[in-house]
C-alpha cells in the first residue's frame, strides 16, 4: 500500500527512502502559484532523530511493515531486556537503548506494546502511568503542600523524578510515562 502527500497527517507512520518515520507535525501551505506544499517534522524510528520534509502532492510514499505485539518484561540481561510473550511464553531480547531511560520504570511482569520494524523491536510503549516508591529524596516537611516547588527524588530501579516537597521517602508516586514527570501521590494502605 502507499500514500500520496495528500494523506500526511500527524501520527502517521510512513515507509521513505527505506526508512520508516512517524510524522510529528504536519503542515499544509498553499503558495500564490505552484503546487501546494505539505511540510511535515518526521521523526525516524531506527534512530530516534527527527528532520524537516517538504512534500509535493505528486510525492509517493509506501506504508512500512510495521506490527505490534504486547510483552511482558521478564528480565535484564547486560545490555538487552528480555520480554516474553504472555500466551506463547516465546522470549524477545530487546536494546535497552529502544526504551531510553523508560528502562528504569520496568517492572517483573509489566506489559508492554512493543513495535516490530522487518522484526526488529523499535519502540516500545509502557503503561501510561507506573506506581513507584521513593527510595532517596530529602525529607518532606509536616504542612508543607506546596505543589509548585519541587525537589529531586529516586524511585525504586533508579528513575530520577522531581516531586513536590511533601513527598517524603517511602512514599509512592505515580509517574506519567509519556512525558517522565511526577503525576500525583498514591495512597498504599
Known sequence: MSYSATDLRKGLKILWEGVPFDVTDFQFVKPGKGMAMYKCRLKNMLTGATQDKTFREVDKMEKPDLFTRELAFSYESGDHLVFSDPETYEEVNINSETLGRNRLLLTDNMHVDVLFFNGKAVEVTLPI????????????????????????????????????????????????TRSGEYSDRVSKK
Open 129 to 176: 502511568f507506573v506506581e513507584k516508591q521513593i527510595v532517596e529524596t530529602e525529607p518532606g516537611y509536616k504542612g508543607n503542600t506546596a505543589t509548585n516547588t519541587y525537589k529531586d527524588a529516586k524511585v525504586e530501579g533508579g528513575y530520577e523524578v522531581k516531586v513536590p516537597l511533601f513527598i517524603e521517602q517511602g512514599d509512592f508516586v505515580r509517574i506519567d
